[in-house]
């Protein structure tokens, strides 16, 4: 599978980035149009041609957090004429939300695991499993068994992500701290079962993980 994602005859505007983080401060925001996201600057392009070449139907977001990254999706996927449906969960009610919500965001305030992350809301796996191409963000205060939990219930041709990734802590202290993402929450070795177990093979590798980011997609 080719690793590079191809920005020719991209629409992506990169001055639209607002704010850039700074590392060495171990500051990890960054902003696009106004919406504060705790990412590296380099991941909106990434997500934009990741979004435009995938053509979503649904996206399922754990840990929707300061909302800036969701907006910014949204945001792509209106200026991509694309009908994607958003639903986001948080712990934690923020007043900006109800904001998010007259966009057409749909944010809910609940913890849909057990707390041994052996299950998840009925909803949340009737949510992945609507047609069309579903993509799963792992992106809360569990990242480990929000992935080896809800890639139990991908479709082929499905997507799931976690955000805070390097492949070994080997990789990440030599080539992601400091350099791409100060924060290492889940490895390979964390996933590796549940990725065999699915079927789940790497997309856009390099790409991803130059953002801090892993890709998977489920195969036959």
């Given at each position: 599978m080719d690793n590079t994602i191809s920005?020719?005859?991209?629409?992506?505007?990169?001055?639209?980035?607002?704010?850039?983080?700074?590392?060495?401060?171990?500051?990890?925001?960054?902003a696009y149009k106004g919406h504060a996201c705790q990412q590296?600057?380099?991941?909106?392009?990434?997500?934009?041609?990741?979004?435009?070449?995938?053509?979503?139907?649904n996206i399922l977001e754990i840990g929707t957090a300061l909302g800036g990254f969701t907006m910014v999706i949204k945001g792509f996927i209106n200026e991509l004429g694309l009908q994607c449906n958003i639903l986001t969960y948080d712990i934690h009610e923020h007043v900006w939300y109800s904001d998010m919500r007259k966009e057409?965001?749909?944010?809910?305030?609940?913890?849909?695991?057990n707390d041994g992350y052996s299950s998840v809301?009925?909803?949340?796996?009737?949510?992945?499993?609507?047609?069309?191409?579903?993509?799963?963000?792992?992106?809360?205060?569990?990242?480990?068994e929000e992935?080896?939990?809800?890639?139990?219930?991908?479709?082929?041709?499905?997507?799931?992500?976690?955000?805070?990734?390097?492949?070994?802590?080997?990789?990440?202290?030599?080539?992601?701290?400091?350099k791409v993402w100060n924060w290492c929450e889940i490895t390979q070795q964390n996933i590796g079962s549940a990725c065999a177990r699915n079927k789940l093979s790497l997309y856009k590798e390099d790409i991803f993980n130059?953002?801090?980011w892993t890709c998977r997609t489920k195969v036959l």
């Open positions: 920005t020719n005859n991209s629409n992506f505007d990169c001055s639209y980035i607002t704010r850039k983080i700074d590392l060495d401060a171990n500051d990890g925001l960054s590296t600057h380099n991941v909106f392009e990434v997500f934009y041609e990741f979004l435009k070449e995938t053509k979503p139907s057409g965001v749909d944010v809910r305030v609940e913890n849909v695991f809301d009925g909803y949340v796996i009737d949510y992945i499993q609507r047609s069309g191409v579903t993509v799963v963000l792992c992106d809360g205060g569990s990242k480990i992935f080896n939990i809800l890639s139990n219930y991908l479709k082929t041709g499905d997507f799931i992500l976690a955000h805070d990734y390097a492949r070994t802590v080997e990789h990440f202290n030599e080539s992601i701290n400091g130059n953002v801090a």
